[in-house]
């Protein structure tokens, strides 16, 4: 990994409108990635990270999704004020991305050579033919043996885990610099899970691709990442390197999802989880959008929205227990 950087989010905000309602569902996320190198979005189902991947790639669900504010800056030019047009060469090509469910993102009628034929002649200049061995070797890249079989056949007839297979092999067949995997080893077995982030970090360090791994499972996040940006309520709550994470967690939400992970050296009746739900974005609480479920909430964190403060050059959190003068100010927080 070098100090290239790939991507710069700055800013970014992306809502959805009912009538002449605006509901915030990424709400002023930043982050970069460099070249080489992996990084993690963290947090539950809904506090943002897949809408965020989406947006990078402006696939947001029209029309009442919109990108309202922000900067996607790639390759020295921002995405967000691309043309269309020019957005149809990106995607597949320098920025690829495998969705949470391969059988929806493949399409049921054409067999999988059709389809990674189809994505290699329309970005690189190549023939039919051409396209056709360059399928079968990237099949055999990510572990088929029978390459040649598997061109010719159906989704249906492939297993989720050969089918999230043929999936990285389409993301990687034209070589991006960047690679978006949402959920890639969603309802996968943990044995075939631990194949594909094999196989991911392999490709990576062979391909020297980014990558922004979105996942809930801080498991596959220890496996994978060199850093991680942690969301909650559409905002970033903490971004660290990956051992000061876990060694120390700065934002209570960070530390709550590090405490519900199985220990292996105790036995527990139950393992612990945080109160409560994420708040959709029809129902965020006024401050804080943690401060319902948060064990150290001060009253400041029901009237103020905490901003993101930088600790030191690597490490953002976003929590008025780290922001000066606060708990001196006479606020104290709460611990039940």
Do not use: W
Not at 3 to 20: P, Q, W
Not at 120 to 132: F, P, V
Not at 137 to 143: A, F, N, P, Y
Not at 166 to 171: C, P, T
């Amino acid at each position: 990994m070098n100090g290239e950087t790939v991507i710069d989010v700055r800013n970014l905000k992306t809502s959805f409108f009912n009538k002449k309602t605006e509901l915030p569902v990424v709400d002023d996320v930043s982050f970069s990635v460099k070249k080489g190198e992996t990084l993690a979005i963290v947090g539950e189902s809904g506090s943002g990270k897949s809408m965020t991947s989406l947006s990078i790639m402006r696939l947001v669900p029209s029309p009442n999704g919109k990108i309202v504010d922000g900067e996607v800056f790639f390759d020295g030019k921002d995405l967000l004020k691309e043309k269309e047009k020019a957005m149809y060469k990106v995607r597949g090509n320098d920025i690829s991305m495998i969705f949470q469910e391969p059988m929806t993102s493949l399409n049921p009628v054409y067999t999988i050579g059709e389809q990674i034929r189809e994505q290699l002649t329309y970005h690189q200049n190549i023939s039919k033919r051409e396209a056709h061995q360059v399928g079968i070797e990237m099949l055999q890249t990510v572990g088929f043996s029978r390459a040649q079989e598997i061109m010719g056949d159906y989704p249906h007839r492939l297993s989720g885990g050969m089918r999230q297979r043929v999936m990285i092999a389409m993301a990687l067949s034209n070589n991006p610099k960047l690679l978006i995997a949402d959920e890639p080893t969603t309802a996968l077995d943990v044995t075939v899970q631990a194949q594909i982030l094999d196989l991911m970090r392999k490709l990576s360090k062979e391909y020297d691709s980014s990558i922004i791994l979105i996942t809930h499972d801080l498991g596959v996040v220890a496996e994978l990442a060199e850093r991680v940006v942690v969301m909650y309520g559409g905002q970033v709550v903490e971004e660290a390197p990956i051992e000061d994470l876990f060694d120390d967690p700065l934002h209570p939400y960070t530390e709550g999802l590090l405490d519900s992970i199985p220990k292996m050296d105790s036995v527990q009746e139950r393992l612990n989880s945080i109160p409560g739900a994420v708040p959709t974005p029809d129902n965020l609480p006024v401050g804080c959008n943690f401060v319902t479920r948060c064990p150290y909430a001060m009253e400041i964190c029901s009237q103020e929205e905490p901003r993101l403060l930088s600790k030191d050059s690597s490490r953002n959190v976003r929590c008025f227990l780290h922001e000066e003068g606060v708990i001196s100010d006479g606020q104290q927080p709460r611990t039940s």
